[in-house]
């Protein structure tokens, strides 16, 4: 069965400085890749998506991730955040071929300090 | 508009009487979800539907119950709430292969 694994379960970082929040999957087939970000007192939003193609994807809010299937990775980046980046982000798979199924992470609270 | 609604968005209750939250979905999406979201474990998957009368256990599924007789609704049903249902819930629906989309939650408090 597939799992997806999120690295730090938080990461404080200053304003303006460059953050990366890991996620590691383990699927023995294609697979389809997303983060998701939950801001305080919120429902979760699509940030990004992987399903083929291009493996370096461009979400909402200047986030970015990079699939790298050889390290079975879907690390998302930001080069510059704002405090209002603070929030939780998840990242989900769904096994590929059409199957319904996610699987989520623990998440990952991102704490932008001044 | 395009949306996951839940309702209520909030519930205070008390141990043993049964309560139902519901989830409608405009999109005629064939998957619906109902998870569950606790301070350090992220979201747990406690019921899924693939379609209309099709439905199977998550990570979670003890002390639930779910019904999919409507392809845009799926009810979350406690007949016997427990303290330890005390939790935020979420319902998403998604086609497949697609992202999920959610609600915006449901926080119940069970005393």
């Known amino acids: 069965a597939q799992s997806v ?3 730090d379960s938080q990461v404080p970082v ?8 890991r996620c590691n999957y383990s699927s023995s087939v294609s697979v389809y890749l997303f983060w998701y970000v939950q801001y305080p007192n919120q429902g979760l939003q699509l940030l990004l998506k992987y399903l083929s193609g291009s ?3 461009k979400g909402i809010n200047g986030f970015e991730a990079e699939f790298n299937k050889s390290q079975t990775s879907f690390h998302l980046r930001k080069p510059s955040v704002h405090i209002s980046d603070t929030a939780e982000y998840f990242c989900a798979v769904n096994k590929g071929g059409g199957s319904y199924i996610p699987t989520f992470g623990r998440g990952t609270s991102l704490i932008v300090h001044p | 508009e395009a ?3 839940q ?7 008390v141990t043993g009487k049964k309560l139902t939250v519901t989830c409608s979905q405009n999109m005629n999406h064939e998957y619906m979800s109902w998870y569950r979201q606790d301070p350090g474990l992220g979201l747990r998957q406690i019921y899924y539907s693939m ?5 199977d256990k998550g990570d979670v599924p003890e002390g639930y119950k779910v019904s999919r007789k409507e392809k845009r609704n799926f009810p979350l049903i406690l007949e016997s709430p427990s303290p330890n249902q005390t939790s935020l819930y979420f319902c998403a629906s998604s086609s497949p292969g697609e992202p999920q989309h959610f609600g915006d939650g449901t926080r119940l408090s069970i005393l």
């Open chain 1, 5 to 7: 694994t999120q690295l």
């Open chain 2, 7 to 13: 309702n209520p968005r909030y519930l205070i209750t």
């Open chain 1, 55 to 57: 493996t370096l994807v």
């Open chain 2, 51 to 55: 379609n209309v009368e099709v439905t």
């Open chain 2, 3 to 5: 949306q996951v609604t």
């Open chain 1, 14 to 21: 200053f304003e303006e400085a460059p953050v990366e929040l």
